[in-house]
């Protein structure tokens, strides 16, 4: 069946850097806009950042742009969000989505936790 598994995520000090990955299977991944979102305790899910299917456009959440990058491999069906100057506001649970860039489908991974704390 579709598989959708992010890796990556753990603990790191303020100002570090992560780099997630998402792997995607059984589906036809460059055929879908890739998303990552994150989920804090008691807060509502989050669009972090977002690649259109061929990996020409981005756009970013204001609270992560100029620190986050999203890209893409589509020869690897893997989406890759690299987070520098992490800061503990970003300490949240990472989901990778993948939405079809034209039907209404979509996938979730079960997430990855990111905590930053010194």
């Known amino acids: 069946q579709v598989q959708v598994v992010e890796s990556g995520g753990g603990l790191v000090q303020p100002g570090g850097s992560l780099r997630l990955s998402c792997a995607a299977s059984?589906?036809?991944?460059?055929?879908?806009?890739m998303n990552w979102y994150r989920q804090a305790p008691g807060k509502e899910r989050e669009l972090v950042a977002t690649?259109?299917?061929?990996?020409?456009?981005?756009n970013y959440a204001d609270s992560v742009k100029g620190r986050f990058t999203i890209s893409r491999d589509n020869a690897k069906n893997t989406v890759y969000l690299q987070m520098n100057s992490l800061k503990p506001e970003d300490t949240a649970v990472y989901h990778c989505n993948a939405r079809h860039r034209v039907l209404a489908i979509e996938y979730w991974g079960q997430g990855t936790q990111v905590t930053v704390s010194s």
């Open positions: 059984r589906f036809t991944f460059s055929s879908y806009v």
């Open positions: 690649i259109t299917n061929a990996g020409e456009i981005t």
